[in-house]
């Protein structure tokens, strides 16, 4: 991860240390493992080999492209494979007898591996995160915050570990003075920003789900609190809830990668002015430098009490980093006296 660089020290260099982060992406939560064998221990190695290979075919596909997947043929992930990538596992809800094991595990990979992994089959590694949103799943004919299948899908924290982190509201945590189906159904954007309030979060992403044929299908809302900006995905169905979860984050990842990514052939330096009305606000505006999948350097020239001047490096496409941060909650603009400016959304 990039870390803004400076030529100052002492109290400047506790300005630009080290930022607060989603969890990592690196990270695979509750792989379902299954596996018989003649003995209580086979079983369970069998079981987790197996669920070691399918979680690191789990990352290798959250940080590549599409496209460059499918331009390439890759050899099936062995069972060594994976474990030399594998940096820590955990175990929860385990079952056993005789000759079956059964459970789920939590595998956390070693990010130099994975690099190493990925450069050896000709795939770029793209591992910077958005920020975090907060899902609101709808579902028809369904009291907003009653227990229901759609919403338990969202509630073990796999999707935390996606390069577009989502989190939930616990269940049981809800109600209609936090926010109301109404409220919902008209995707209105001060009674969603009561809600991010609540939870620290200022992106919100609303799925409305039904039933077709049998089969569930989404409507999905991205919505930047900070700025108001809405996007529609395209719907997206899949054969069951947790499946349709798991495609709506991986259709948001393919956006995330494929508008995020950026080559040092094209990179471009450019000096740029920051400005900010507190501490905390320059902090924000750090963060969302350093979490920028198009900045690949940034550099800190001077500071004040009001604004920073910072040189960055960038991957050439200006309006493809003015709409990654516009989603961050900062304004890219040209000022007549300053240059190229950024801001808080709405600030200046």
């Known amino acids: 991860m990039k870390h803004i660089l400076t030529t100052f020290f002492g109290f400047f260099l506790s300005l630009i240390a080290g930022l607060a982060i989603a969890a990592d ?17 086979e079983a369970q190695t069998l079981a987790i080999q197996d669920g070691q290979a399918r979680a690191a075919k789990v990352i290798i596909e959250r940080l ?19 474990a030399k990538m594998i940096r820590a596992l955990e175990i929860a ?29 000709g795939l770029n590694m793209v591992s910077t995160q958005a920020r975090t949103r907060l899902v609101i799943p709808v579902l028809d004919n369904q ?28 269940l049981g945590q809800g109600d209609d003075t936090l926010i109301s189906a109404q409220e919902i159904a008209a995707l209105d954007i001060e009674a969603l920003k009561r809600v991010g309030s609540r939870y620290g979060i200022d992106q919100v992403l609303v ?26 995905l395209a719907g997206v169905s899949g054969f069951d809830f947790q499946n349709l979860a798991d495609k709506v984050v991986k259709q ?13 052939e094209n990179a471009v330096s450019m000096a740029v002015s920051v400005l900010y009305a507190s501490h905390s606000e320059w902090l924000n505006l750090k963060e969302a430098i350093n979490g920028s999948a198009q900045i690949q350097d940034a550099r800190l020239d001077a500071l004040s009490k009001d604004g ?25 603009r040209n000022d007549p006296s300053l240059g190229v400016v950024l801001a808080r959304s709405g600030r200046y």
């Open 93 to 121: 809800n385990e079952k056993r007898s005789n000759n079956r094991y059964l459970g789920d595990i939590t595998v956390a990979f070693n990010p130099s591996e994975v690099q190493k992994y990925l450069r050896a089959n």
């Open 308 to 332: 920073a001047l910072m040189t960055i490096t960038y991957g050439g496409d200006i309006e493809r980093l003015k709409t990654e941060l516009s989603f961050k909650g900062v304004d890219v």
């Open 207 to 232: 799925v409305k789900t039904s039933e077709r044929s049998g089969s569930p299908y989404a409507a999905v809302t991205d919505i930047a609190l900070d700025t108001g900006q809405k996007r529609d």
């Open 143 to 170: 009291s907003l915050w009653d227990l229901n299948p759609w919403s338990i899908v969202w509630q073990d924290g796999r999707y935390n570990h996606a390069l577009t982190p989502i989190k939930s509201v616990g």
């Open 252 to 264: 948001l990842e393919a956006d995330w990668k494929q508008a995020s990514v950026s080559t040092a």
């Open 25 to 41: 992406p690196f990270t695979v939560v509750a792989v379902p493992v299954d596996a018989t064998g003649t003995s209580p221990i």
């Open 64 to 82: 590549t492209l599409d496209s460059e997947r499918a331009a390439k043929v890759l050899p099936e992930i062995e069972i060594e494979t994976a």
